[in-house]
């Protein structure tokens, strides 16, 4: 269960807190609590996927969304460069699916699949557009004649342009699994030379101690692209653009409004 808000603020006259560092471990292990439950997005998937199908994931994590496309027939290879989130996925013991230690720019596989998805905004996790073009065209060589792409991807608004040196703020409240609770706050700076820098802040509180609180933070860039590059990325890695939506609900995407981008691809001939 998890509740969230979302506003701007300017935080320059705020206090400085500081945070302990999150190790990887624990960061995956919030992951998990954070998205268990969450299939919003797998109904776009699941709309131009068929059981029986090879699927690639690239970007697997713990492999909730693997683990969906398996319950519904399809056999999945999923691939992540991390131990962490790979040795959480393995625990689930799921048929039909293997999942593989690798970086989707150095994609290397003995086989072609039907289609390949790189979900929740897995591609602005990478450096810059370079690797994004690496991966597509990695994950390119490896679909069957006409396979499918399907991405979601993050643009920002016109309006987080606007906002200039405010940052937004989201956050959200977790139940813990032994009780308590995690709040999980949510603070994307600026946009800067096509990077957004990202903390998420953890707040650790169990049910009866104070002595056991936690503050944790951890820290990534998101590769933050317009519209026009992340399209011309994906039709110069060999692919055709076959629909875009801007919601899981796949009403029609809108540039300068929306910042989700679904996106569906076809790979070209040749």
């Known amino acids: 269960m998890s509740t969230h808000m979302d506003q701007i603020s300017d935080y320059s006259t705020e206090p400085e807190v500081v945070f302990a560092p999150l190790t990887q471990e624990r960061y995956c292990e919030f992951y998990d609590i954070e998205m268990d439950g969450f299939s919003d997005d797998l109904q776009f998937y699941l709309n131009s996927l068929e059981s029986g199908m090879e699927i690639l994931e690239a970007g697997c994590g713990s492999g909730r969304l693997s683990r969906a496309l398996a319950a519904h027939g399809m056999r999945i290879t999923g691939i992540d460069n991390s131990t962490e989130m790979l040795a959480r996925a393995i625990l689930q013991n799921c048929s039909n699916i293997e ?145 875009e939506y801007g919601d899981f609900h796949l009403s029609s995407f809108v540039d300068g409004h929306d910042s989700m981008l679904l996106l569906k691809a076809q790979a070209e001939q040749g």
Not at 101 to 118: H, Q, Y
């Open 99 to 243: 999942y593989i230690c690798m970086d989707m720019a150095g994609l290397v596989l003995k086989k072609r699949f039907d289609a390949a998805i790189v979900a929740y905004n897995t591609l602005n996790l990478l450096e810059n557009a370079a690797d994004v073009q690496k991966s597509l065209s990695r994950i390119r060589q490896h679909l069957k004649e006409n396979g499918l792409l399907l991405l979601q991807i993050f643009i920002p608004p016109n309006e987080t342009y606007a906002a200039g040196k405010a940052r937004t703020f989201q956050f959200q409240i977790f139940d813990a699994p032994n009780g308590g609770k995690i709040i999980k706050e949510t603070l994307k700076s600026s946009i800067e030379h096509h990077h957004m820098a990202l903390e998420e802040r953890y707040r650790i509180r169990p049910l009866n101690s104070r002595d056991n609180n936690e503050d944790l933070s951890h820290f990534m860039n998101l590769l933050v692209l317009e519209y026009r590059d992340w399209i011309r990325m994906v039709t110069e890695s060999g692919f055709s653009v076959i629909s």
